[in-house]
């Protein structure tokens, strides 16, 4: 069941009750305002009878004061008129004096003297005598008066002994005239009746006449008790609340009433305002209610909404502010608790960042390990290799010098040897120079004696000594260099030239095209050699400049080397301040090595070594050895061949260089273009 379903049929448990006891307020109050009407009608009624009464006691006061008159007594009829006509009730009333048999002495509605009648009941008049005992008549019919009346007579004996009934007279409208004058309104009909239930007088809207009779149910009712209310449809057809209270002094009744419309129109006015308040109530508790309702169903949806965000990357939002403290506090609470979640969330995933980053770490490193472990077991399986061919070929060579003098040993055999030993302890001096060289490089002992040249002719000066060794024999080659000038260590320089070439030759395929070029970008020098070899493989490309690496060789090794070299010259082109750049496709794509250094304007006569001097080498066979001679003579130098790394670097070591083989002062030749 949702919020919203809990939250009517909590307000209907609230608004029924209190509408349930409302109503009976109501009704209380409806009986209450209808009790007190009552009560208006009946006070009016009593008051009404009280008057009735009031008339009656005056009436027969004066009658008695009459019956004391000395003209009555001396006779004197004409001043007994006179003072009947001064003590009558006024108008709508007279006063009668009859004699014993009934006849009319004087009547103050005629003139004195005039022709009076008898009344018809002179029974009742000789019973009054007889009792002595003054009576309220009920409605009766004057003949002379062609009307109906009532009246208060009262039998009076004379000082002379005469006796008489003095009576005084009223007509039907002297009582509605005394009515007129009280706090009844004048919509409440007033009825005044005799015991014989005929009507005396009346003050209604209906059309009934002085004498004729009330309704049967009103009679009974008015018979039944001395007073009392009752409720009845008046000659108009009106519906009436009555009230009726009999006089003291007659067996007159008088009943008063009140139209039930006027009564309950007075009595829903005077509800009126508790209605309408009741109303105003039931509307605001009901409206509070529903607007209350929905902030709080809207409150809540909004902190269930902000709960399930908890924790994420945002803050929480669409928290509705309440101006309850307690909702309030459950927005704080909920914030409070969004922030400790993510700060928590937070340190979770930067613990859990730092954890995968130590793993990335530990399994980088362990790669790392696990691949310079590997390197260094095929740097010594190379080293092993390299060291075995130079030593097995010296230990072939001593010991054909111990058998020189064997006889039947040719002459030429020991001159041959010592051109092995020669060869090989040469070879094992340029093993040992570069492992002293990448050392110095990485512990960086190396020193630069830079001089303003032109890398253009570096470059040709190491194409020569290549050519002289017969090493491009096997590869066509494409030279374009124009002149850049550069501030270089020409020995360091033709060391990075040699070994960049060098791997270009020893894994291009015969038969391929090798592409050099010397050109200017900008302030840069930059030296490019593409050939159109065995390529790199993409996952070796990063790794081309670290120490001992290389790409898969057979088990023959057909290239050699210790995989040193790129990382030396790397170390000395950053050295000299430029960067280079080995780049391939891949495998069997051919590389592409971008060496740039920066441009040395003020050099720009060119640094070209024209003087003649010794031709250091390390050459690697024999056939390379005897062609580097032919050439050293055709130079003009002494025609020697130097032990070349290895005395070269025991020349230099106590200036830090070692000295890379190199073929200087070769004339050009056809090939270079």
């Known amino acids: 069941m949702k919020l919203r379903t809990h939250y009517w049929l909590l307000a209907f448990c609230i608004v029924f009750p209190v509408a349930v006891f409302c109503s009976i307020a109501l009704d209380m109050l409806l009986s209450s305002q209808r009790a007190q009407s009552m009560n208006h009608i009946e006070e009016s009624a009593r008051s009404a009878a009280l008057e009735i009464d009031a008339e009656v006691r005056r009436a027969q006061s004066v009658l008695r004061t009459l019956a004391n008159s000395h003209a009555l007594a001396s006779g004197d009829m004409r001043r007994f008129y006179a003072e009947a006509g001064a003590a009558n009730a006024g108008e709508g009333g007279w006063i009668i004096l009859y004699d014993g048999e009934g006849q009319q002495l004087i009547n103050t509605r005629l003139p004195f003297g005039a022709d009076l009648p008898r009344r018809p009941d002179v029974d009742v008049l000789r019973k009054q005598l007889a009792s002595g005992a003054g009576v309220v008549s009920a409605v009766k019919w004057g003949p002379s008066l062609k009307r109906q009346f009532v009246a208060v007579e009262q039998p009076i004996t004379t000082a002379t002994g005469a006796r008489h009934v003095i009576a005084q007279a009223f007509a039907p409208e002297y009582f509605t005239r005394t009515f007129s004058g009280r706090?009844?309104?004048?919509?409440?009909?007033?009825?005044?009746?005799?015991?014989?239930?005929?009507?005396?007088?009346?003050?209604?809207?209906?059309?009934?006449?002085?004498?004729?009779?009330?309704?049967?149910?009103?009679?009974?009712?008015?018979r039944a008790a001395p007073a009392g209310a009752l409720r009845h449809e008046a000659p108009d057809g009106t519906e009436v609340y009555a009230y009726f209270v009999h006089s003291g002094l007659s067996d007159w009744a008088v009943i008063v009433g009140a139209p039930v419309s006027e009564v309950d129109a007075r009595v829903l006015e005077g509800m009126s305002v508790a209605i309408i308040g009741f109303l105003i109530a039931i509307v605001g508790a009901v409206s509070l209610g529903v607007?209350?309702?929905?902030?709080?169903?809207?409150?809540?949806?909004?902190?269930?909404?902000?709960?399930?965000?908890?924790?994420?990357?945002?803050?929480?939002?669409?928290?509705?502010?309440?101006?309850?403290?307690?909702?309030?506090?459950?927005?704080?609470?909920?914030?409070?608790?969004?922030?400790?979640?993510?700060?928590?969330?937070?340190?979770?995933?930067?613990?859990e960042r730092e954890r995968n980053e130590l793993l990335e770490r530990e399994r980088a490193a362990r790669e790392t390990a696990e691949?310079?472990?590997?390197?260094?077991?095929?740097?010594?399986?190379?080293?092993?290799?390299?060291?075995?061919?130079?030593?097995?070929a010296i230990t072939s060579a001593v010991a054909v010098l111990d058998h020189a003098s064997v006889p039947g040993m040719p002459a030429e055999a020991g001159t041959r040897a010592r051109e092995v030993l020669r060869r090989q302890t040469s070879h094992l001096g340029s093993l040992v120079d570069d492992l002293l060289e990448v050392n110095r490089a990485l512990m960086g002992k190396l020193a630069l004696n830079c001089q303003p040249l032109d890398l253009a002719d570096a470059l040709r000066c190491c194409l020569e000594t290549l050519h002289a060794g017969g090493r491009l024999a096997a590869h066509g080659l494409e030279v374009a260099a124009a002149s850049a000038p550069v501030l270089a260590d020409a020995t360091r320089l033709a060391q990075v030239i040699d070994n960049i070439l060098d791997n270009a030759i020893k894994y291009s395929p015969p038969a391929t095209l090798i592409r050099v070029a010397v050109a200017r970008d900008g302030d840069a020098a930059v030296l490019t050699v593409r050939d159109e070899g065995m390529g790199i493989a993409a996952d070796l490309l990063p790794h081309v400049f670290k120490v001992f690496v290389q790409g898969k060789q057979s088990l023959q090794r057909v290239q050699?080397?210790?995989?040193?070299?790129?990382?030396?010259?790397?170390?000395?082109?950053?050295?000299?301040?430029?960067?280079?750049?080995?780049?391939?496709?891949?495998?069997?794509?051919?590389?592409?090595?971008?060496?740039?250094?920066?441009?040395?304007?003020?050099?720009?006569?060119?640094?070209?070594?024209?003087?003649?001097?010794?031709?250091?080498?390390?050459?690697?066979?024999?056939?390379?050895?005897?062609?580097?001679?032919?050439?050293?003579?055709?130079?003009?130098?002494?025609?020697?061949?130097?032990?070349?790394?290895?005395?070269t670097a025991a020349g230099e070591a106590a200036t830090g260089n070692a000295v890379v083989g190199a073929v200087r002062d070769v004339a050009p030749s056809a090939w270079w273009r």
């Open 560 to 647: 050699g080397g210790l995989g040193i070299g790129l990382t030396l010259v790397r170390r000395l082109v950053e050295m000299h301040g430029g960067t280079i750049v080995i780049a391939s496709a891949g495998a069997n794509q051919g590389t592409t090595v971008t060496v740039r250094l920066p441009l040395n304007v003020a050099g720009e006569a060119g640094a070209g070594n024209a003087g003649k001097g010794d031709l250091t080498a390390a050459p690697d066979n024999a056939a390379g050895a005897d062609f580097t001679t032919v050439v050293a003579v055709a130079a003009g130098t002494d025609g020697g061949i130097h032990a070349g790394k290895a005395e």
């Open 183 to 222: 706090a009844i309104p004048a919509s409440w009909p007033i009825w005044v009746i005799d015991g014989n239930g005929a009507l005396i007088a009346r003050r209604d809207k209906g059309d009934g006449k002085t004498g004729h009779p009330v309704p049967a149910a009103v009679l009974a009712a008015v």
């Open 291 to 351: 607007h209350t309702g929905r902030r709080l169903v809207r409150f809540v949806s909004g902190a269930s909404n902000a709960a399930r965000g908890l924790g994420g990357e945002a803050a929480v939002v669409g928290l509705r502010h309440s101006n309850i403290g307690e909702m309030e506090a459950l927005n704080e609470a909920i914030r409070e608790a969004d922030a400790r979640l993510r700060r928590e969330m937070a340190s979770r995933t930067r613990a």
């Open 371 to 392: 691949q310079q472990n590997a390197a260094k077991d095929e740097f010594l399986a190379m080293l092993g290799h390299e060291l075995r061919n130079p030593l097995a």
